[in-house]
């Protein structure tokens, strides 16, 4: 059967830990030789192999490792993630939040709040955020490809406060500042007396999926505040972006919550 042989192909790729030859599939797979040459070729033309050797050695591709990540559920990233955000949260003595790329939207998919009953912190709630005025959402698109930021500058901006980007120019100085310190801020942009802080959870195949980000009053968040927030997100979010590669999703297969 054709796609049981493409599927044995991908897995003989998978394991082998090295990049591999037709010759080796060969070997590997018993498969004919000419049959290993033209699976590779039909899995190359469809980016779900790479040559990066250019070498006609080939290891698995950025397409197929994306479709990997996207399909970990909400649940399960959440699950094996939260003890990140819990000791970021008691860190920060703020609430700290996962969100999420879909599609063409940013939602909010879990939150930790400060384990102190004392402390007084802001809910950012679950959901979709706009993608020009939330810090999570704009930590993500700042490094989108260019297409998709094209289509979020060049779309409708509504105005939830005076604070929030409403134009092309603006939103273009923001995404470069948040390009070059590697995180973002929305100070009052959703809602006025309310700040928060984010930064991408990025992955050299994929770019930038998750973001992780801190919310509070602005009376605490300063731009001294802001800064050491975001400075600490940039290393909470690489914790998370390694924790999601290297963890094992048992519910990988149930529906999303």
């Not at 991908?10 to 590997?28: F, Q, S, T, V």
């Not at 969100?99 to 709630?125: A, L």
Request: proline share 6%; net charge neutral; hydrophobic share 40%.
């Amino acid at each position: 059967m054709h796609l049981e042989r493409l599927t044995s192909v991908l897995e003989a790729i998978a394991i082998a830990g090295r990049p591999l030859a037709a010759g080796d599939l060969h070997e590997m797979t018993r498969l004919p030789l000419p049959t290993c040459y033209r699976l590779l070729q039909l899995l190359r033309e469809q980016r779900l192999i790479e040559d990066p050797g250019a070498n006609n050695r080939y290891v698995i591709g950025e397409r197929l490792v994306r479709i990997a990540f996207l399909a970990k559920t909400d649940a399960d990233v959440c699950a094996v993630t939260a003890p990140i955000l819990k000791k970021a949260t008691g860190q920060f003595g703020e609430a700290v939040f996962l969100s999420r790329f879909r599609e063409k939207g940013v939602s909010i998919i879990h939150v930790e709040t400060p384990p102190d009953p004392s402390v007084s912190y802001i809910h950012p709630g679950l959901g979709y955020r706009p993608m020009h005025a939330c810090s999570c959402s704009k930590a993500i698109a700042a490094f989108a490809d260019d297409t998709f930021r094209e289509l979020i500058l060049n779309g409708p901006m509504k105005a939830y406060t005076s604070q929030t980007y409403t134009s092309r120019t603006e939103l273009e100085k923001d995404f470069a500042q948040i390009q070059k310190r590697g995180y973002a801020e929305c100070v009052e942009e959703i809602e006025t007396g309310v700040s928060s802080v984010a930064a991408p959870v990025n992955d050299d195949n994929i770019g930038a999926v998750f973001s992780v980000g801190a919310i509070g009053p602005i009376r605490r968040f300063t731009a001294t505040h802001r800064r050491a927030l975001g400075e600490s997100l940039i290393e909470v979010a690489a914790e998370i972006g390694t924790c999601v590669n290297n963890s094992r999703f048992p519910n990988s297969n149930t529906n999303q919550p």
